[in-house]
């Protein structure tokens, strides 16, 4: 059998590796059209706990980062003066150029012919079995295809930049600074005893006021925006503390999640597709190049369990993989919406509520607590401090309606929240503002759309509710994700309260979301409330 793999970086070298292992008489040639020593980006980042697949399948990973590689196991997140540090994620780096350097090596230890400075394209690999395409987002192979993988592409809004630096960080660390034109985050962490990885993010109009959308992006691969590094530079000087931004193809871009139904085609050739040629997710989860490594694992073993069944192989391949990627790519979705909005968290939050709210994308208050005990406990004293009482447990007030706590009954009607009771007086809830001078306390309610494409509607519904001032904005349906997002901007934009309503929101989750900022209250059924010992 004759595979040619398109593509020399990690998911690539890695495939090539485990399938001349597994028969080493099949033909394996690898076509990367960058010469060897080649490497867009700096650092490759991992979490230890997420390996366990890719060291079983090879040693190569686990020897670089041992011999090669840097660990560690906070996080800090840095904003206005303070510096607040999440322990408990075990992670790694090394620079790219390095694990390249030993996965090349590895491939051509086992027998795979590694041909450097070539491109390929569909049309020049008539004489293969397989091809499988490894070469990244803007795939070649992909789109010589014919076939429907069923992709779909959502474009981020936020800007990032990648650089490195020759100033060591000690471990993952997100800096946020207000300068003259907006809020700028970087996403720092150590990759060699020399060299940190740089990235920075902003939102598009902040980027265009600094006058950073003057960079000529029609130039060739391999220029960068020298300008943008030069302000960057300034911007976190203190931080940097008196070192260098390092530049690498450096410039402006707009991450772009693809989620693919299909990862294989049979015309006009077997084609397989593995790692960012099919999917991505946003790199604040650190995730791409294990996925593609993982994509490499289940492709090599479905070709092994089903020998000269390329149809099965490439059936099976996708069966194992797909649901692991979905994962990560479901997880990594409120992780981008947060650097798409963490601008507006900077001007609202306090740096407490920032970090507890950044940490807590993605995970509960209790899962925090056990991986950092003393972030979490922190949090919690923070908010005591402000109001006397732990967050469900808080009393509200606003426009005249009361609760004596944060978890309050919501009662539906044909379906939709339409009462909420508190022990004292009910507050109705309607999509329209009440034609009434009484003063009576109302509630507006607002639907969240199922994508985050219709919240502009939902966006205009609550501009014109909130002229009328309601006590509460109460938000229901949609996803989580785009209930939060509606409620913040209840919140952040309107300074109108946020009632999340869900009735599937268990105490834990309840409180993340009081004491993040999310919501100002949540909402479910009576019984709920009930279970959670809270007086309906």
């Given at each position: 059998?004759?595979?040619?793999?398109?593509?020399?970086?990690?998911?690539?070298?890695?495939?090539?590796?485990?399938?001349?292992?597994?028969?080493?008489?099949?033909?394996?040639?690898?076509?990367?059209?960058?010469?060897?020593?080649?490497?867009?980006?700096?650092?490759?980042?991992?979490?230890?706990?997420?390996?366990?697949?890719?060291?079983?399948?090879?040693?190569?990973?686990?020897?670089?980062?041992?011999?090669?590689?840097?660990?560690?196991?906070?996080?800090?997140?840095?904003?206005?003066?303070?510096?607040?540090?999440?322990?408990?994620?075990?992670?790694?780096?090394?620079?790219?150029?390095?694990?390249?350097?030993?996965?090349?090596?590895?491939?051509?230890?086992?027998?795979?012919?590694?041909?450097?400075?070539?491109?390929?394209?569909?049309?020049?690999?008539?004489?293969?079995?397989?091809?499988?395409?490894?070469?990244?987002?803007?795939?070649?192979?992909?789109?010589?295809?014919?076939?429907?993988?069923?992709?779909?592409?959502?474009?981020?809004?936020?800007?990032?930049?990648?650089?490195?630096?020759?100033?060591?960080?000690?471990?993952?660390?997100?800096?946020?600074?207000?300068?003259?034109?907006?809020?700028?985050?970087?996403?720092?962490?150590?990759?060699?005893?020399?060299?940190?990885?740089?990235?920075?993010?902003?939102?598009?109009?902040?980027?265009?006021?600094?006058?950073?959308?003057?960079?000529?992006?029609?130039?060739?691969?391999?220029?960068?925006?020298?300008?943008?590094?030069?302000?960057?530079?300034?911007?976190?000087?203190?931080?940097?503390?008196?070192?260098?931004?390092?530049?690498?193809?450096?410039?402006?871009?707009?991450?772009?999640?693809?989620?693919?139904?299909?990862?294989?085609?049979?015309?006009?050739?077997?084609?397989?597709?593995?790692g960012d040629a099919v999917h991505t997710a946003h790199f604040s989860v650190g995730s791409g190049t294990k996925m593609a490594m993982e994509d490499a694992v289940a492709l090599s073993a479905a070709l092994a369990a089903h020998p000269g069944d390329l149809e099965a192989a490439l059936t099976a391949y996708e069966a194992a993989a797909q649901p692991s990627v979905r994962r990560i790519q479901d997880s990594a979705r409120p992780s981008l919406a947060w650097w798409e909005h963490f601008g507006s968290y900077y001007e609202h939050f306090e740096p407490w509520q920032f970090a507890y709210h950044f940490f807590t994308r993605s995970i509960s208050d209790a899962r925090l607590a056990r991986r950092a005990p003393e972030l979490a406990g922190a949090s919690h004293r923070e908010w005591v401090t402000r109001h006397g009482a732990e967050p469900l447990d808080t009393p509200f007030?606003?426009?005249?309606?009361?609760?004596?706590?944060?978890?309050?009954?919501?009662?539906?009607?044909?379906?939709?929240?339409?009462?909420?009771?508190?022990?004292?007086?009910?507050?109705?809830?309607?999509?329209?503002?009440?034609?009434?001078?009484?003063?009576?306390?109302?509630?507006?309610?607002?639907?969240?759309?199922?994508?985050?494409?219709?919240?502009?509607?939902?966006?205009?519904?609550?501009?014109?509710?909130?002229?009328?001032?309601?006590?509460?904005?109460?938000?229901?349906?949609?996803?989580?994700?785009?209930?939060?997002?509606?409620?913040?901007?209840?919140?952040?934009?309107?300074?109108?309260?946020?009632?999340?309503?869900?009735?599937?929101?268990?105490?834990?989750?309840?409180?993340?979301?009081?004491?993040?900022?999310?919501?100002?209250?949540?909402?479910?059924?009576?019984?709920?409330?009930?279970?959670?010992?809270?007086?309906?």
């Open positions: 059998m004759r595979i040619a793999v398109v593509g020399g970086g990690p998911g690539g070298l890695f495939f090539a590796t485990l399938l001349r292992r597994a028969d080493p008489a099949t033909e394996v040639t690898v076509f990367e059209r960058n010469k060897p020593d080649d490497t867009f980006g700096f650092g490759v980042v991992f979490s230890d706990r997420t390996l366990a697949g890719i060291h079983e399948a090879d040693p190569v990973l686990r020897k670089a980062l041992a011999e090669h590689g840097t660990h560690w196991d906070d996080i800090e997140v840095r904003l206005k003066g303070e510096r607040l540090r999440c322990g408990g994620n075990g992670m790694a780096a090394i620079v790219r150029k390095t694990l390249l350097s030993l996965m090349q090596q590895r491939a051509g230890e086992v027998g795979a012919d590694l041909r450097f400075a070539t491109e390929v394209r569909l049309s020049d690999l008539d004489g293969y079995d397989l091809v499988v395409a490894a070469d990244g987002t803007g795939s070649l192979i992909r789109e010589g295809l014919t076939a429907d993988l069923g992709v779909e592409v959502d474009t981020a809004t936020a800007k990032f930049i990648w650089f490195g630096t020759d100033h060591v960080f000690d471990s993952l660390t997100f800096l946020h600074e207000r300068g003259p034109h907006g809020v700028f985050a970087v996403h720092a962490y150590p990759i060699s005893e020399d060299v940190s990885t740089f990235i920075v993010e902003t939102d598009e109009e902040s980027w265009q006021r600094a006058g950073l959308d003057e960079f000529d992006v029609s130039r060739p691969p391999g220029v960068s925006d020298l300008a943008s590094r030069d302000y960057l530079q300034t911007l976190f000087a203190e931080h940097l503390d008196g070192h260098r931004l390092l530049v690498n193809n450096s410039r402006w871009g707009n991450f772009r999640t693809r989620r693919s139904r299909t990862w294989h085609s049979l015309d006009p050739r077997p084609v397989a597709l593995l007030e606003h426009r005249g309606w009361t609760s004596p706590t944060r978890a309050v009954a919501v009662v539906t009607q044909h379906e939709v929240p339409a009462t909420v009771l508190t022990g004292g007086r009910p507050l109705a809830l309607t999509e329209r503002a009440p034609d009434r001078a009484d003063g009576e306390p109302w509630g507006a309610r607002v639907a969240a759309p199922e994508t985050e494409q219709g919240l502009a509607g939902a966006h205009r519904l609550l501009a014109e509710l909130a002229d009328h001032h309601p006590a509460v904005a109460a938000v229901h349906g949609g996803t989580s994700l785009t209930r939060s997002l509606l409620c913040e901007r209840a919140r952040l934009r309107h300074r109108l309260p946020a009632l999340l309503v869900d009735p599937a929101l268990d105490a834990d989750q309840a409180a993340t979301a009081v004491l993040s900022g999310r919501a100002d209250l949540v909402g479910v059924p009576v019984a709920v409330l009930r279970e959670w010992g809270v007086p309906a």
